[in-house]
Nanobody, 123 residues
Framework: QVQLVESGGGLVQAGGSLRLSCAAS????????MGWFRQAPGKRREFVAA????????IYADSVRGRFTITRDNAKNTAYLQMNSLKPEDTAVYYC????????????????WGQGTQVTVSS
């Protein structure tokens, strides 16, 4: 069983930055993909970014490319999402998730999910 715990959300003004963390436990992560997704009120969940744990290969949604950076710390079994130049439309609950499938943006490919952390960007 895998446990994922997100932290780092909060309230920030437009143009500001936040760093989200996703602490993972319960299984070794080599060969897996860690992803970040978000869901705003009344909207569908959407892909944000993902990283292949072993190689560090990354993919991003067009809406965040150039502003967000996904990284991981192997020693801490933790994935991060550095969010810069935040916009009000980035407001959402952010979830981290783990997939056994090679780098993918498809939410249905992710087996385990965290509980989410709220990010609110004020204008």
């Amino acid at each position: 069983q895998v446990q994922l715990v997100e932290s780092g959300g909060g309230l920030v003004q437009a143009g500001g930055s936040l760093r989200l963390s996703c602490a993972a436990s319960g299984r070794t992560f080599s060969g897996y993909t860690m992803g970040w997704f978000r869901q705003a009120p009344g909207k569908r969940r959407e892909f944000v970014a993902a990283i292949r744990w072993s190689e560090g290969t990354r993919i991003y949604a067009d809406s965040v490319r150039g502003r967000f950076t996904i990284t991981r710390d192997n020693a801490k079994n933790t994935a991060y999402l550095q969010m810069n130049s935040l916009k009000p439309e980035d407001t959402a609950v952010y979830y981290c998730a783990q997939s056994k499938i090679t780098l993918t943006a498809r939410g249905e490919a992710y087996e385990y999910w965290g509980q989410g952390t709220q990010v609110t960007v004020s204008s």
